[in-house]
């Protein structure tokens, strides 16, 4: 799914990673974890074609995105990955149903083809009765539940997750984490997930530990 190979970045001086070579399976649900500082965003942003490193290879669906223009590169990314934040970035002046809609117009979905993939998203979410409310009329939970909606609109390859429950309470926490999990076994999702949570790192399927831009190990659970 994704194949990483001596994945060197610096910026100027600075040394963020060093020959990192990283495997992700499809249908994984896979933990990045380490300290402030040990490259571990700068790694998800080369994974979601969000940044080039300077050396190493990048194969993401089985493409090489370092062959692709810029222009197809963005589409690449529309279509192939989703992306969940720590704040949900949804966009207030929009519904619930009409953030998840806006990839899918993006990727040059019809009205009608757009509504039904996000109504039925909606529904997976337990979120049909929110499909017209705005952000500022949402929960934090539902708010992050609708922005993972909307990360799988596309039907990508991979979802990945930049501390995703990082602004969430226990509970809703407990929830968002659940729903990776029936995600992955309901549609066959991918995830990668950046977090501090050592509760989420604890139920992945492997754990990837960073230091200092290096892989150091791996575990399961």
Known sequence: MIH????????????????????????????????SGAGKTTLLQI?????????GKVIVD??????????KLSDFRNQHVGF?????????EFTALENIMIPAFIAGKSQKEA??????????????ERAEHKPNELSGGEKQR???A????????????DEPSGSLDTKNKGELHQLFFDLRDKFGQTFVIVTHDE???????????????????????
């Not at 994974?47 to 050396?55: K, Q, V």
């Open 150 to 161: 909307r990360a799988l609109v596309n039907n990508p390859a991979v979802i990945l997750a």
């Open 199 to 221: 509760q989420l790192a604890s139920i992945t399927d492997r754990t990837i530990h960073m230091k200092d831009g290096r892989i150091l190990e791996e575990g399961g659970i």
């Open 115 to 128: 509504k039904r993939r996000a109504l039925e998203l909606l529904d997976f979410m337990g979120l049909t």
């Open 4 to 35: 990483l190979t001596n994945i060197e970045k610096s910026f100027g001086s600075l040394e963020v990673l060093k020959g990192i070579d990283l495997e992700i399976n499809k249908g994984e649900v896979v933990s990045i974890v380490g300290p």
């Open 62 to 71: 089985g493409v090489d995105v370092s062959t692709l223009s810029q222009k």
């Open 146 to 148: 609708v922005a993972v």
């Open 84 to 92: 969940v934040f720590q704040f949900h970035q949804l966009l207030p």
């Open 47 to 55: 994974m979601g074609t969000l940044d080039r490193p300077d050396s």
